[in-house]
């Protein structure tokens, strides 16, 4: 069974950075994509961005692209999320997800594991 858990998320103001950690146990994830998502007050999930475990491969929706990083270590089962330039729109619970799959896929329903969530909020 797939278990992920999500840390690293907290207030900062506007501009300000922040890391996202997923520590990823239960698999080998070699053949799979994890993702991250979030989720705005009153918003669907929405998708951030994706990485394929195998080769590092990584997607972004386009409102993070150029201030968001996706990374892997292999070592410690763990997926991270830079964020740098972070706006108020960014404020949402972000998701961790993992999808068994090498496609680097972006919709929620291909995504079958997901963590309980940490809280970003960046003030204006």
């Known amino acids: 069974q797939v278990q992920l858990v999500e840390s690293g998320g907290g207030l900062v103001r506007a501009g300000g950075s922040l890391r996202l950690s997923c520590a990823a146990s239960?698999?080998?994830?070699?053949?799979?994509?994890m993702g991250w998502f979030r989720q705005a007050p009153g918003k669907e999930h929405g998708f951030v961005a994706a990485?394929?475990?195998?080769?590092?491969?990584?997607y972004y929706a386009d409102s993070v692209k150029g201030r968001f990083t996706i990374s892997r270590d292999n070592a410690k089962n763990t997926i991270y999320l830079q964020m740098n330039s972070l706006k108020p729109d960014d404020t949402a619970i972000y998701y961790c997800?993992?999808?068994?799959?090498?496609?680097?896929?972006?919709?929620?329903?291909?995504?079958?594991?997901w963590g309980q969530g940490t809280q970003v909020t960046v003030s204006s």
């Open positions: 997800a993992a999808a068994q799959t090498l496609a680097v896929v972006s919709t929620r329903a291909a995504f079958a594991s």
């Open positions: 239960g698999r080998t994830f070699s053949s799979y994509t």
């Open positions: 990485i394929r475990w195998y080769d590092g491969s990584t």
